[in-house]
């Protein structure tokens, strides 16, 4: 089967963990402080604190935020559920807000229908790896007196009007999973312009403790104190995934040009076929593209999708609205609530995407959806 997404591993990414096998730091050493700073410049040159996934990430930033019991988060959901997941285990409460027609992405006037005085976070979503709508989430969320957050979980190397994503939002969170643009393995990362958050992110990640002795309660106990204000858990990525990421960075443009090379190849073969429709990418956009959404528009996604995976490719569909998940809909939370999310997720279909796909496969993947709608060559 032909998977929808997969890492690139080359022998320089091999060599690179290899070394730190080798050396004293599994964890918590040097390759940290590197991955940290390689990763820091990256996004436009802030913080960055790596973590054990993007799902950690986001737990952190919540908690950076100071998100509590009773806060209300906005989000977007059009997402995987761990967007939405990570702000209610800090027992805040999500407000779903519909998304725009075109990207899939947070739509800033629902955001702001959404707003009320218990508002603490506007959690957006780089879907696809087309970055947020920035300017106006911003103008809301700071209105609001609340914090921007940026899953860009789809989005490491996207550009939206020549600022890198990391520097769009308050807080900006990373994943790492294999079939992301960049791999760890597992890993994440939290990513702020804001020395409080990075801070905050970097306590929660360690159990929350205080080690600088100026800020202990009781500084005298000890060279060995350390102390806990406020509870944290362990999210600490380690020295050998670390030293991954920072090889896998080397290529980041290599993966973005070649992944935006499949996207527009992609778009040549299917732009005559009057079935579907190709993904849209506003002006400004610079996208590193981690899905091609395709979007079926004669209500035939699912037969579609049984037709390509029966032909051993792996499509998949991205997203199940979140608060379909029978968690949600078990907490009071109804279908129909969000319609241009749930009406994008009954068309989507993602097709092969990733950086090692051939010319080929494509031209294959693409000749198989044609032939479907009986487009022949
Ligand atoms: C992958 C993903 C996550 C979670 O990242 P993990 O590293 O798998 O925990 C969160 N949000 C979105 C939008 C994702 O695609």
């Not at 804001?194 to 905050?200: E, K, M, P, S």
């Amino acid at each position: 089967m032909l998977p929808y997404g997969r890492q690139s591993i080359v022998e320089e990414d091999v060599r690179a963990v290899v070394e730190v096998l080798r050396g004293d730091w599994l964890t918590t050493g040097p390759a940290v402080d590197r991955f940290e700073a390689d990763l820091g410049a990256r996004v436009g040159g802030h913080g960055a604190v790596a973590v054990t996934s993007g799902t950690g990430a986001l737990h952190v930033a919540y908690a950076a935020a100071g998100l509590r019991p009773g806060d209300e988060v906005v989000v977007a959901p059009l997402t995987f559920v761990a967007t939405a997941a990570a702000a209610v285990l800090h027992g805040a409460r999500v407000v779903f807000a519909d998304v725009s027609e075109d990207t899939g992405n947070l739509d800033p006037d629902a955001a702001k229908a959404a707003l009320t005085s218990r508002t603490r976070v506007v959690a957006g979503v780089d879907y696809a790896g087309h970055p947020i709508d920035a300017e106006p989430l911003r103008r809301i969320a700071d209105d609001a007196g609340a914090l921007l957050l940026e899953d860009a979980a789809h989005s490491i190397g996207s550009i939206w009007h020549g600022r890198p994503v990391g520097d769009l939002a308050d807080l900006t969170t990373l994943s790492f999973f294999p079939t992301k643009n960049l791999t760890t393995a597992e890993g994440g990362a939290v990513v702020s312009p804001d020395a409080g958050l990075v801070r905050a992110a970097r306590r929660f990640r360690n159990h929350g403790l205080v080690r600088e002795r100026d800020e202990q309660r009781y500084p005298d106990e000890g060279g060995w104190h350390q102390e806990v204000h406020a509870f944290g858990l362990n999210y600490r990525l380690p020295d050998v995934l670390c030293a991954l990421g920072s090889s896998q960075l080397h290529r980041l443009d290599a993966f973005k040009r070649r992944r935006a090379e499949i996207h527009a190849r992609y778009d040549a073969a299917l732009v005559d076929v009057a079935e579907v429709r190709t993904p849209a990418c506003r002006e400004g956009a610079d996208p590193a593209w981690h899905l091609y959404p395709l979007r079926v528009l004669d209500g035939r996604r699912r037969a579609l999708y049984d037709h390509l995976r029966a032909n051993g490719i792996g499509v998949q569909v991205n997203y199940v609205p979140a608060y379909w998940h029978p968690v949600f809909e078990d907490m009071g939370y109804r279908r129909g609530q969000c319609p241009v999310a749930e009406r994008y997720y009954q068309q989507q279909l993602s097709l092969p995407l990733f950086p090692d796909l051939s010319d080929a496969d494509v031209d294959r993947v693409a000749g198989l959806v044609r032939e479907f709608f009986g487009h022949g060559d």
